[in-house]
């Protein structure tokens, strides 16, 4: 039996899996089975009023889950998927109200991963997944993250590899008049503006997801931000201990090691991380939401 049938049979089971996709590693169960869904939320620590993302194999399953399908949310499923979009639609009403946190909106999307692609396939339902860290903790990127974090308590990881975009899905909520984007993540908020021609309010705060505190995406060291590589060096200067992290150079390379730069700062136990933001463009909106709430546990 090889690795993805084990999985295969885990999802049926109601067991959970670690599945690797393009923005990080999902702690994988059965949304169709509320104990497998009620274990998601035990194993992450996560509250109950904290939604869990649908993943799927094909478009066509999007009516076993949505009641309806906005035109906004047509246009950029067309567009982006399979990949780092998540879209909001009304819930259809066989959607277990644990997935959705008690809400009519159903968060639904299709990862860009091989290894994910054939366990969606071959399971051949939907598969709620949050990313694979206890609540409040960095992202996991690699398997091993996920080992780490979770132990025994998910029943099997499958390895694809690091995960190539590093952050997660861009979550649009297409389910008011003019949509309007929740977390900034692997596709850029000017690519959606652009697909919507315009119809979008994009919110310049922090992202307003439920579950988005303020506080989260956090290593254990404190996080100080830089707003350039010059102001880190200064502030290297002060806190002579610090690490510094800064991939401003090269954006997509950024996101894709930020969480394992974060890990990588407390295995090796420092107390202090410089991060440098990257201008808010691009896959710069999300590396700065990301890093914004890493600051903010410790401030
Ligand atoms: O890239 C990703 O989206 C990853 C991979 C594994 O697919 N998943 C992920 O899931 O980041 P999670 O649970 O860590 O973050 C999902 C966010 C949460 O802040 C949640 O509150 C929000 O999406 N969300 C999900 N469904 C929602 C809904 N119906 N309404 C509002 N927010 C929702
Ligand atoms: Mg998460």
């Given at each position: 039996?090889?690795?993805?049938?084990?999985?295969?049979?885990?999802?049926?089971?109601?067991?959970l899996v670690?599945m690797?996709?393009e923005?990080?590693?999902?702690?994988?169960?059965?949304?169709s089975?509320d104990?497998?869904v009620?274990?998601?939320?035990a194993v992450?620590?996560?509250?109950?009023?904290?939604?869990?993302i649908?993943?799927?194999?094909?478009?066509?399953?999007?009516?076993?889950?949505a009641?309806?399908?906005p035109p906004?949310?047509?246009?950029?499923?067309?567009?982006?998927?399979?990949?780092?979009?998540?879209?909001?639609?009304?819930a259809?009403?066989?959607?277990?109200r644990?997935?959705?946190?008690?809400?009519?909106?159903v968060?639904l999307?299709?990862?860009?991963?091989?290894?994910?692609?054939?366990?969606?396939?071959?399971f051949g339902?939907?598969?709620?997944?949050?990313s694979?860290?206890?609540?409040?903790?960095?992202?996991?990127?690699?398997?091993?993250?996920?080992?780490?974090?979770?132990?025994t308590?998910v029943d099997?990881v499958l390895?694809?590899?690091?995960c190539p975009?590093?952050?997660?899905?861009?979550?649009?909520?297409?389910?008011?008049?003019?949509?309007q984007?929740?977390?900034?993540?692997?596709?850029?908020?000017?690519?959606?503006?652009?697909?919507?021609?315009?119809?979008?309010?994009q919110?310049?705060?922090?992202?307003?997801?439920?579950?988005?505190?303020?506080?989260?995406?956090a290593?254990?060291?404190r996080?100080?931000?830089?707003?350039?590589?010059?102001?880190?060096?200064?502030l290297l200067?002060?806190?002579?201990?610090?690490?510094?992290?800064d991939?401003?150079?090269?954006?997509?390379?950024?996101?894709?090691?930020?969480?394992?730069?974060l890990?990588?700062?407390?295995?090796?136990?420092a107390?202090?991380v410089?991060?440098?933001?990257?201008?808010?463009?691009?896959?710069g909106?999300?590396?700065?939401?990301?890093?914004?709430k890493a600051?903010?546990?410790?401030?």
């Amino acid at each position: 039996m090889s690795i993805v049938d084990e999985a295969v049979e885990v999802l049926r089971a109601g067991g959970l899996v670690g599945m690797p996709t393009e923005t990080v590693y999902g702690l994988a169960g059965d949304a169709s089975n509320d104990a497998a869904v009620r274990r998601i939320f035990a194993v992450k620590g996560r509250p109950a009023d904290h939604p869990l993302i649908v993943h799927l194999a094909d478009v066509e399953s999007i009516t076993d889950w949505a009641a309806s399908v906005p035109p906004a949310a047509l246009v950029l499923v067309a567009a982006c998927w399979p990949g780092p979009l998540t879209v909001l639609v009304p819930a259809a009403d066989r959607v277990s109200r644990l997935v959705t946190g008690g809400r009519n909106t159903v968060g639904l999307r299709i990862p860009a991963h091989p290894v994910a692609l054939e366990l969606l396939e071959r399971f051949g339902g939907g598969v709620a997944a949050p990313s694979a860290n206890r609540f409040g903790h960095v992202s996991p990127t690699t398997a091993q993250h996920v080992l780490d974090d979770l132990g025994t308590d998910v029943d099997v990881v499958l390895d694809g590899g690091p995960c190539p975009v590093g952050v997660e899905s861009t979550i649009v909520d297409c389910t008011t008049p003019v949509p309007q984007i929740l977390r900034p993540g692997g596709i850029p908020n000017e690519h959606i503006a652009a697909l919507l021609g315009g119809e979008l309010h994009q919110p310049s705060g922090p992202s307003r997801a439920p579950g988005m505190l303020a506080s989260h995406y956090a290593p254990r060291a404190r996080v100080i931000l830089a707003e350039s590589t010059a102001e880190a060096a200064a502030l290297l200067a002060e806190h002579t201990d610090a690490c510094v992290v800064d991939g401003t150079a090269d954006l997509p390379m950024y996101a894709q090691q930020l969480y394992a730069l974060l890990r990588d700062a407390d295995a090796a136990g420092a107390s202090t991380v410089i991060a440098v933001m990257p201008p808010a463009a691009g896959l710069g909106h999300a590396i700065r939401d990301r890093l914004h709430k890493a600051a903010a546990s410790h401030p």
